[in-house]
């Protein structure tokens, strides 16, 4: 089967199976899947293909999902103007935190990029005028797209798997352009890069942008499906699940972080079928695909990796 | 003869320890130029100072000194200097192991114009031409230093002398006015050694400067036309091989007080 075949086969199964399911339930889960997706493709360009461990997720996410709550619940705003805003909110998260952490070693980026994002939750957590506090946001009103109100499920499930579907492509022009071939290069040998001509710490902002950007839209998506949100959207459980995702996925490739996102979010579901082991499940199938699946679920998918994608030491 | 590098008074420190004091000298354009002295001589530091990899305490550098053209490299970071045509290789053999070897060769033209992110991204008609050109340069130059039959290849599959001959081939890929080549044969086998040999007369033939530290003696003074000797980071002499290596202080630097014999420095 061609490649292409192959895609299209697997887009038709994904919109059409938790439609055919029907169940809320199902559909809840295929709704969030989609969300993750957009998340672990924000992560994978700066872990996967700029090999920096970023812990930032979070903050552009919880920046995305407040100021989609807040342009809705302050100012009365719907629209794709807000999904724009939160977008553009994380690509402002993105170019704050990167312009210190980027110019640290690896080692001090990871820290910097947990103290930026739990600032953040402080921040959401203490600003009550603007954020309620730890009471949250609550009651946030449906999203208006183009004159259509999303509500219905069937409805949030074809629009997250439609933005999940644009990041993936965003990802795949971004990572196939003359920028990721620098970004990869970067995350390769720094100096080689430097020495080539390689502006390695502007590469990177620009993948921090855009990684904010993904995660900002897919803050706002989320507190517009979930319609409340708490300081509990910055918290570290959110970059764990996504580094399971990402790592376990496959980093540094399209598809792995896919995969990642769909498995990880249906697999602790699946394991509600044995409550009392369910946790010590997970574990296992963690540990498991660490030994026999290093480089991740893509290499399943029939793919070898590509030559770019393949992790740093 | 015309400068295209000149090197002024260049100081560098190390917690007190002198690397480099006060190093000053002119490249010819076009030349092969040997820089070579024993080991902790501040022969890489100079290599790092000219490339913008470390700062130098005091001192300048310039490409095309008294040109129309001229540019202070010691004020620049190293992406800079990359860009106004110093090209650099490092002592330690550095490719990016998991690209492909036209990958390597592509991502070393980056140099080039620079196009806005969305430019690159939604790949203009600009963006493909020169993606298309900097493909066709790469073929050459994959062609030219027989890694052709590797293009596809992971960099990390290559042999130890096949990436030392992608590593000068990254080089050129955008014309580098300047090449300054750090050890390019050590480790290299004695027949790939007369290959670089040949590779990098041919790169002066197309008019790169070259400015090479190397510890094969024998290939310094075959194919540089003029040497600077470094010793505990001072420029000791400097002149045509034939004068440096009779030279009593060179032979002194390098065996000792005493050394007598010059064929003794053939590497």
Same mark, same amino acid.
């Given at each position: 089967m061609s490649r292409t075949r192959a895609i299209a086969v697997v887009a038709a199964l994904a919109l059409a199976l938790p439609l055919v399911l029907g169940s809320p339930y199902v559909l809840h889960i295929a709704i969030m899947t989609g969300f993750y997706v957009i998340l672990a493709q924000s992560l994978n360009l700066i872990l996967?293909?700029?090999g920096l461990l970023s812990l930032a997720t979070p903050a552009f996410f919880g920046v995305g999902a407040y100021a989609a709550a807040i342009l809705a619940l302050r100012f009365g705003w719907d629209g794709a103007a807000t999904l724009g805003l939160a977008a553009l909110a994380g690509v402002a998260t993105g170019i704050a935190i990167g312009f210190p952490s980027l110019r640290v070693s690896r080692h001090s980026f990871v820290i910097v990029t947990l103290s930026a994002t739990l600032l953040l939750q402080l921040v959401a957590n203490n600003w009550e005028d603007l954020t309620r506090g730890s009471l949250g946001l609550a009651n946030i009103p449906a999203v208006r797209l183009f004159g259509v109100t999303v509500e219905a499920r069937g409805g949030w499930y074809l629009l997250s798997l439609a933005v999940a579907g644009a990041v993936v492509l965003v990802t795949h022009l971004v990572v196939g352009s003359r920028f990721g071939r620098a970004l990869v290069a970067a995350r390769e040998n720094e100096q080689l890069a430097l020495a080539v001509g390689i502006d390695v710490f502007r590469t990177r902002l620009f993948a921090f942008s855009l990684s904010g950007a993904f995660a900002g839209l897919a803050g706002a998506l989320y507190a517009y499906f979930i319609t409340y949100i708490d300081?509990?959207?910055?918290?570290f459980s959110v970059s764990e699940a996504l580094l399971i995702m990402v790592i376990l996925g496959g980093s540094g490739t399209l598809s792995g972080p896919v995969a990642g996102a769909v498995v990880f979010t249906a697999l602790p579901e699946l394991l509600r079928i044995a409550p009392e082991v369910r946790s010590l499940l997970y574990g296992v199938i963690l540990l498991l695909i660490v030994l026999y699946r290093p480089a991740g =679920?893509?290499?399943? =998918?029939?793919r070898r990796r590509s030559a770019a994608a393949a992790p740093s030491a | 003869m015309t400068p295209i590098l000149r090197v002024e008074g260049v100081v560098k420190t190390y917690q007190g320890v002198t690397? +480099?004091?006060g190093i000053t000298f002119d490249v010819a354009g076009g030349s092969i130029t040997g820089l070579i002295g024993p080991n902790g001589s501040g022969k890489t530091t100079l290599f790092d100072c000219i490339s913008g990899f470390q700062r130098c305490d005091a001192g300048r550098a310039w490409l095309s000194p008294g040109g129309p053209a001229v540019v202070e490299l010691t004020s620049l970071p190293p992406v800079r200097i990359a860009r106004a045509g110093v090209r650099r290789t490092f002592q330690q053999l550095k490719v990016?192991?998991? +690209?492909?070897v036209r990958d390597n060769l592509l991502a070393a033209a980056q140099s080039g114009p620079g196009f806005s992110a969305f430019a690159e991204v939604l790949r203009t008609t600009p963006v493909r031409e020169h993606e298309r050109a900097m493909r066709s340069r790469a073929a050459e130059l994959l062609a030219e230093f027989g890694l052709a039959p590797h293009a596809a290849q992971p960099a990390a599959a290559l042999s130890y002398g096949q990436k030392k001959l992608l590593e000068l081939a990254m080089a050129l890929m955008t014309d580098p006015q300047v090449l300054l080549l750090d050890e390019p044969v050590a480790g290299v086998n004695p027949t790939l050694v007369e290959a670089l040999k040949r590779h990098l007369v041919r790169v002066r033939d197309r008019g790169v400067t070259l400015l090479i530290v190397e510890h094969n003696l024998k290939l310094v003074f075959d194919l540089c036309e003029r040497i600077f000797v470094l010793d505990g980071g001072r420029l000791l002499t400097s002149g045509p091989p034939a004068e440096v290596a009779h030279d009593p202080r060179v032979l002194a630097a390098y065996l000792g007080a005493g050394a007598k014999s010059p064929a003794a420095l053939d590497g």
């Open positions: 996967g293909y700029g300081p509990g959207v910055f918290g =679920l893509a290499t399943w =998918l029939g | 690397a +480099l004091d990016f192991p998991n +690209l492909s």
